[in-house]
């Protein structure tokens, strides 16, 4: 059974750095597409950045430019680099892994700013 297992959140001021990590555990094959949503107390949940197989990113316009998302293949890891983070990027991130009939997600991983 494949599980997605999050790490690196924390509390941090405004204007510092967080760096996520998403790891699979078990086999996991053809995998499409990896992505980062957040979801703040009381809102939606909401893509934060996409990474495709083929290494193509799309990125939530609130995050366009202080935020990076890369991938390893060989480990089935996906990365967010985020910088000059603000109060307002206070949320729950998840990861998720999509592939051909199967969509996977974390536990999520709580980032705090503080002002």
């Known amino acids: 059974q494949v599980q997605l297992v999050e790490s690196g959140g924390g509390l941090v001021q405004a204007g510092g750095s967080l760096r996520l990590s998403c790891a699979a555990s078990?086999?996991?094959?053809?995998?499409?597409?990896m992505g980062w949503y957040r979801q703040a107390p009381g809102k939606q949940r909401d893509l934060v950045a996409v990474?495709?197989?083929?290494?193509?990113?799309n990125y939530a316009d609130s995050v366009e430019g202080r935020i990076n998302i890369s991938r390893d293949n060989a480990k089935n890891t996906v990365f967010l680099q985020m910088n000059s983070l603000k109060p307002e990027d206070t949320a729950v991130y998840y990861c998720?892994?999509?592939?051909?009939?199967?969509?996977?997600w974390g536990q999520g991983t709580q980032v705090t700013v503080s002002s």
């Open positions: 990474i495709t197989s083929g290494g193509s990113t």
């Open positions: 998720t892994f999509t592939g051909w009939g199967y969509d996977y």
């Open positions: 078990g086999s996991i094959f053809g995998i499409n597409a």
